[in-house]
């Protein structure tokens, strides 16, 4: 029940936060929207860096969280100075709120690439990947390819509630069980599955 109860919260988050995408910030200067501020303070000014930085690491899974936290603390520096955390301005936590969490989103998922990239390649695996470093690749609608099949990645299975119709062929996914490290997943569409083993099982899931 519990482990429901915190899915359910997190659920309730993620609406949240893609809700506060239209709320505004009145300051002297103007009115934003939290998604201009997040493009214009985090955004256009640490995601190239970081991307840079993830790729120099030797051991992403390891050594990531530090980078993460070193641009979340800019993040919050940079708010503080704007005077954005000041009781003068109506909402200025929630801003902060917002824009760490995409951040942190933003860092969490790139790093998981540079990880499923690098074990791809360790592995012998044939891939093509998007370019990361380049700001329009790096939001194109496939990850990487296999074979000519378009694939995705994610962080967690939550996009399987919220994705419809689902676009990839295959998605690398983690999978959490309370109180263990996570197992990389492969999920298969029907038609994908099929090309590959043939005859669909209608199993559930298969670990290879």
């Not at 074979?147 to 990645?153: K, Q, T």
Request: net charge neutral; with cysteine.
């Amino acid at each position: 029940m519990g482990d429901l109860r915190g899915r359910r919260a997190w659920q309730l988050a993620f609406a949240a936060y893609d809700l506060l995408d239209e709320a505004v910030l009145v300051t002297p200067d103007g009115r934003y929207s939290f998604r201009a501020l997040y493009l214009e303070v985090v955004d256009r000014r640490m995601a190239d860096d970081y991307i840079r930085g993830l790729l120099a690491l030797d051991q992403v899974k390891k050594e990531s969280p530090a980078l993460w936290s070193l641009y979340a603390r800019q993040i919050v520096a940079e708010c503080q100075g704007r005077g954005w955390r000041s009781a003068d301005f109506s909402g200025a936590r929630i801003l902060t709120s917002y824009l760490l969490y995409w951040w942190g989103a933003f860092a969490r998922g790139y790093a998981f690439e540079v990880e499923i990239f690098r074990d791809l390649q360790n592995s012998g695996i044939e891939f093509q990947a998007h370019d990361l470093l380049d700001r329009q690749a790096r939001y194109s609608l496939s990850d990487l390819s296999v074979s000519g099949m378009a694939g995705d990645i994610k962080t967690s299975v939550y996009f399987v509630q919220v994705a419809t119709p689902l676009q990839h062929d295959f998605y690398i996914v983690r999978l959490f069980v309370q109180g263990r490290p996570y197992t990389l997943a492969v999920m298969l569409q029907p038609l994908t599955w099929d090309e590959i083993y043939g005859t669909r099982r209608p199993e559930g899931w298969r670990r290879s």
